[in-house]
């Protein structure tokens, strides 16, 4: 079963409005996750470290106060697109490593599509 | 300068055939390496990961690493129809990323590979 949930998998918003993703992890903590965001027929892009009790960490070029990230709990982050805009529909994914280890693989959620109108 | 590299693709195989697909990287630190599949319009799931130069087998599936000339590949045995989707490649650790944390990947842009009847 999924080890990652994440939801909604898909949400259709108008231009200004804001939208928040869940990303839960099941039958473990994640201390750490991970949001990714993928262009039709482009590879995963990193956006952001989500770091549980502390301030996310962004990649360059991604707005932190555009994509606000809060990870209050060991089993939840979240993600607010504020005052989207159709240049940010996108897919959207959370992943989470197994395990809290240096080279443990990462598990994904179902990944939520956002269109913006 | 991109850091992992695919082919995109498509790779067509017939169904029984065996699929290779391969991946450079350009991080020489680089410790762990992993290939996800991605179906259409889904978030990517994990099918092998390797650490150790070499290979691993896991069912259908071997992985081949070979740190010294920085590549990866897959190979998938007795392909499939229910194979056909887009493979993608991803690396973590090195000295980018920090160590004993969760360790951020770096994805290749995928190999779509198509089974063909």
């Known amino acids: 079963g999924a080890v990652v949930s994440q939801h909604p998998s898909w949400v259709i918003c108008k231009s200004g409005t804001s939208v928040k993703i869940e990303c839960r992890s099941l039958?473990?903590?994640?201390?750490?996750m991970f949001w990714y965001r993928q262009f039709p027929k482009q590879s995963l892009m990193l956006m952001a470290t989500s770091n549980e009790g502390s301030k996310a960490t962004y990649e360059q070029g991604v707005e932190k106060d555009k994509f606000l990230i809060n990870h209050a709990s060991l089993t939840l982050s979240t993600l607010t697109v504020t005052s989207a805009h159709p240049e940010d529909s996108s897919f959207y994914i959370c992943?989470?490593?197994?395990?809290?280890?240096?080279?443990?693989?990462?598990?994904f959620g179902n990944g939520t599509r956002l269109t913006v109108t | 300068q991109k850091e992992v590299e695919q082919n995109s693709g498509p790779l067509s195989v017939p169904e029984g055939a065996i699929a290779s697909l391969n991946c450079t990287y350009s991080d020489r630190g680089s410790q762990s390496f992993f290939w996800y599949r991605q179906y259409s319009g889904k978030s990517p799931e994990l099918i092998m990961f390797i650490y150790s130069n070499g290979d691993k087998e896991d069912g259908r599936f071997t992985a081949q690493l070979n740190k010294a000339s920085q590549y990866v590949s897959l190979l998938i045995r007795d392909s499939q129809p229910s194979d056909s989707a887009t493979y993608l490649c991803a690396f973590g650790g090195g000295e980018l990323f920090n160590t004993g944390t969760a360790s951020k990947l770096t994805f290749g842009t995928g190999t779509r590979l198509q089974v063909t009847l």
């Open positions: 039958d473990f903590q994640a201390t750490t």
């Open positions: 992943s989470a490593p197994g395990r809290s280890s240096y080279n443990s693989p990462l598990h």
